[in-house]
C-alpha cells in the first residue's frame, strides 16, 4: 500500500501573457515529480486572469499536457495542428528536438461557461535517449477517455496508463511511453472512497484542486505517496476533486532554461542558439 510521505502548497504566479496560475514545480521539487516537472492549474472566471493566453514560444527535450475541465483553449503549432480543445478534452504532445505553438484561451460564448476558464498544463520529461526525437501532437476528445461511476456516484477517468478502480479496469487511450505515465481525474462525492490498484510500483502524486481528502491533504495541495501497488483514498465532507499523477522516476540530469528541459548547460545552449537562427524546428 502507497504511503503519504509529504504534502507540498501550491505557489501563485504568472506565466504567458500575464495568465495567473496555481503551480507545483520547480528545481526543488524536481526529484520528487520525477518524471514529471511541473504541474500548472488556471481556474478563473475573471478574463483579465487568462485571456492573454501564451502566444507562440518554443519548446524542447519534454511533453505537455494541457486537460481542460471549464472552458476552451486553441491550440497552433508548426506541424500543422490547429483546433480548440473544450471541458474534458486533453491534448498531449511531445516537444522532442523542437516545438512552435501557441495556447490561446477561446471566449466564453454561452452562460454556462460564465467565462470561467479552469484547466491543467502538465509538464512530463523525456529521458535523455528521447530528447531530440520527432515532435508529435495527439488530440484526445472527452468521448474517447475511459471512466467509470463508482456507487455513490464519484467519477474516475483514465486520460494515461492503467489502474484498477473499485476492482474495475480502466485503460487509457495514449500508447505506451517508456516514462509509464499515469494521469487520472477524480471526482469523489462526500464521504466516499476510492481502491486503486496499479500495474507498476512508482510512486504517485495527488493535487487536489477541490475539497479535501480525508488523509490531510486540501484544495491547492500535492500529496507524495509512496512506492507500492495500490492506493486508498477518501473525500472529506465537501467531497473532492484530484488530478493523479506516477510515473517511471528517469534519475537523470535536469537543466531547465524557460521552454528547454536537457541533460546540461551545453544542450541548453544549443537549444537556445537552434532558436535564435531558426534551427529549432
Sequence with gaps: MKELTKVINAVVTSDGDGVKINRIGGRALNALLDPFLMIDEINSDAAADYIGGFPEHPHRGFE????????????????????????GDVQWMTAGRGVLHSEMPEPATDLQNKGLLHGFQIWLNLPAAEKMKAAAYCELPTKNIAEILTAKGSLIRAIAGDVSANGIELAGSLPKMSTQPVLLDIELQIDDSIELAFNSPNPVRVYVYQGSLKEGVKQG??????????LSLSSGTKGAKLLLISGKALHEPIVQHGPFVMNSIEQIERAIRDYQTGQLV
Design 221 to 230: 495541495q500535492l500529496a507524495v505517496f509512496s512506492k507500492g501497488e495500490s
Design 64 to 87: 505537455t499536457i494541457t486537460y481542460m475541465k471549464t472552458g476552451r483553449m486553441h491550440h497552433r503549432d508548426h506541424m500543422g495542428n490547429e483546433g480548440v480543445i473544450e471541458a
